[in-house]
């Protein structure tokens, strides 16, 4: 079992769709959690860091679940520029660990 | 201020024949790091330093070696390159944790090919 998983998708929307992304890690030791962007061909980019009160960065919201060990991604209003893999990433100790990604495609 | 750097961009190489990779940054970052991503496998840590002089194994360490002499610099070496190796090579470095500072900044990457 992977220690980040998360659907791969893709996930095809039409513009201003809301669109959610889950993500749910195995080590109940890890302490701090992220989602970043990664769009084709290029180096990953932090969006935002998850907190367990959860929180906004205008069309985002991201929610942690620690009991559950699962973290999720709201999108609201989807844009064309939103089209790339979010990343779901958890750090133990150093490092950080990243799941696969989630392809999301938005259409006109 | 340029961030996280990575030379070369794409390099084609033979089996067996040998390379180094070169990572830089400007941010007086202590940890730096080195993945590699496949396609289905996401980004998988390589080898990484927690300070100058310092190295230490990720997930992924075989067929790699890594050299921080100085802080802003961290090498990785491939000594006998396979196929296997043909990968995008990323190189991130992030500060000293404190609170949430966890976040890693990103090279743009090397594209490896290895025939």
């Known amino acids: 079992r992977k220690e980040v998983e998360q659907d791969p998708g893709p996930f095809n929307v039409p513009e201003g769709a809301t669109v959610a992304f889950n993500c749910t890690y195995s080590?109940?030791?890890?302490?701090?959690f992220f989602w970043y962007r990664q769009d084709c061909r290029k180096e990953p980019k932090l969006l935002m860091s998850v907190y367990s009160s959860g929180n906004e960065d205008g069309r985002f919201t991201a929610q942690l679940n620690r009991a559950s060990q699962y973290i999720s991604l709201l999108i609201r209003d989807s844009k064309l520029s939103d089209s790339a893999t979010y990343l779901c990433?958890?750090?133990?100790?150093?490092?950080?660990?990243f799941g696969t990604g989630t392809r999301l495609q938005v259409f006109p | 201020n340029a961030g996280v750097t990575q030379t070369p961009k794409f390099r084609v190489l033979k089996t067996g024949q040998s390379m180094t990779l070169l990572c830089a940054q400007d941010m007086n970052h202590e940890y730096m790091y080195w993945y590699r991503q496949d396609p289905g496998m996401g980004l998988r840590l390589i080898h990484y330093?927690?300070?100058?002089?310092?190295?230490a194994k990720g997930e992924v360490p075989d067929g790699y070696n890594v050299s921080r002499l100085k802080k802003q610099n961290f090498l990785l070496g491939l000594e006998s390159a396979a196929p296997s190796q043909t990968s995008v090579y990323f190189c991130?470095?992030?500060?000293?944790?404190?609170?949430?500072?966890?976040?890693?900044?990103f090279g743009p990457g090397t594209r490896l090919t290895v025939t």
């Open positions: 330093s927690v300070g100058e002089g310092t190295t």
């Open positions: 990433v958890v750090n133990r100790a150093d490092k950080l660990i």
């Open positions: 080590n109940s030791a890890s302490q701090s």
């Open positions: 991130a470095s992030r500060k000293i944790a404190g609170g949430s500072s966890y976040e890693q900044y």
